[in-house]
């Protein structure tokens, strides 16, 4: 089997990830901050260990602001909802997959929010202070197209946001574990990311990094195993925002999975994304039968073949070996941008665990199916 659909979740795991989540499920797995023994401890320590973990690497100076959540939409969700107040304005990109544009929508009625949309792709100095209001509280932005790769300029969207007083909000879905963020050089009010994905870990964990530790507004209420006579949630991060039990074992694999790529080298997992892509692209472009919508090496790769259907390539594909994903991909404004909107694409996306035989193998069964 070829895998290439690691934009959805990366598989296979690295052995390592394998054996630390075993090791939990089987020696430590206690509930966390709930109980008086050794396993409760234990589970406690693991995750505070992935805190640091995760802040680390993204050269962020606060563990305690990193809050662990089920995914990265449920992230996105409790930072968009806790943020933005009655009135506010807000400008998303043109990329933005509905885990940001649902909650931004929902508030349209709920709070009175209204937002405007920027271009991926252009001079953001120029394209984006003109959609500042006075009432603009902040500017949300995905830093790699979850369908067609596109890569946002995430130095000028924060050097713009820190000029105007504005939030910044990083949807790192396809990027973290594949693209060096450094949040010291390139600073975010708050950086969004799964655990499944880039990152290695297994499905269950995502996780939001707050630059400030001021309080925000809760979508989700329950124990915190702090403060159980309050009845509102802690003022603290990360008790405030992480109600309930927290998923050990998904926790554990994505800082096993954070482990990997440090030993691997973040930059060689860059470059090793990069050549894989340029190897899928130029097959791609090569094959007459086939409409390529983007072309850089994201690892994020979007196509199709004329006069078939999306979902019938993917379905020849897997018939085939190969793993792909087919459909409008959660990003509607992504594919109205590339006039996709009908059918949407066939994606194709790569991670670190690929190898250019998985390029070979599908150029070849793109030649046989448009042949």
Not at 107 to 123: A, H, M, T, Y
Not at 141 to 146: D, F, K, L, R, Y
Not at 243 to 271: C, H
Request: charged share 20%.
């Amino acid at each position: 089997m070829i895998y290439l659909d690691q934009a959805a979740t990366t598989f296979p795991k690295p052995a390592s990830v394998i054996k630390e989540y075993n090791r939990c499920i089987k020696e430590y797995c206690g509930n966390p901050g709930r109980s008086q023994h050794r396993l409760s401890f234990m589970a406690s320590e693991a995750i505070y260990s992935a805190r640091e973990n995760v802040a680390d690497f993204f050269n962020f100076p606060s563990p305690e602001n990193v809050v662990f959540t089920m995914n990265a939409t449920y992230a996105l969700n409790i930072a968009i909802k806790g943020l933005l107040r009655n009135g506010d304005h807000v400008i998303i990109s043109d990329i933005e997959h509905n885990s940001v544009l649902r909650p931004v929508t929902a508030l349209i009625q709920e709070r009175n929010i209204s937002f405007s949309v920027f271009k991926v792709g252009e001079d953001l100095y120029e394209s984006i202070p003109p959609l500042i209001r006075k009432n603009t509280k902040m500017i949300i932005a995905s830093h790699v197209s979850n369908v067609f790769g596109d890569i946002t300029d995430i130095k000028a969207i924060s050097d713009i946001a820190g000029k105007h007083g504005l939030l910044f909000m990083l949807d790192a879905s396809q990027s973290a574990g594949h693209i060096p963020i450094d949040l010291l050089k390139t600073p975010v009010d708050v950086l969004c990311a799964p655990g499944h994905k880039g990152l290695l870990g297994i499905q269950g964990c995502g996780f939001a990094i707050f630059k400030s530790k001021d309080a925000l507004s809760t979508i989700i209420e329950g124990g915190s195993g702090s403060d159980s006579m309050n009845p509102s949630m802690p003022d603290l991060l990360p008790e405030r925002l992480e109600a309930g039990t927290l998923p050990t074992p998904a926790i554990v694999s994505l800082s096993t999975g954070i482990d990997f790529l440090r030993s691997a080298g973040i930059e060689n997992v860059q470059k090793k994304i990069e050549k894989l892509s340029e190897r899928i692209n130029a097959s791609l472009r090569d094959n007459s039968k086939i409409i390529l919508y983007n072309n850089n090496n994201s690892g994020v790769i979007s196509f199709n073949i004329k006069n078939m259907d999306p979902s019938f390539v993917a379905s020849e594909l897997d018939g085939m070996g190969i793993c792909v994903r087919s459909g409008l991909h959660c990003s509607p404004l992504a594919h109205k941008k590339y006039g996709t909107s009908e059918k949407g694409t066939v994606r194709v996306s790569v991670g670190f665990l690929n190898e250019e035989k998985d390029a070979d193998m599908l150029e070849k069964a793109l030649y046989k199916l448009t042949r």
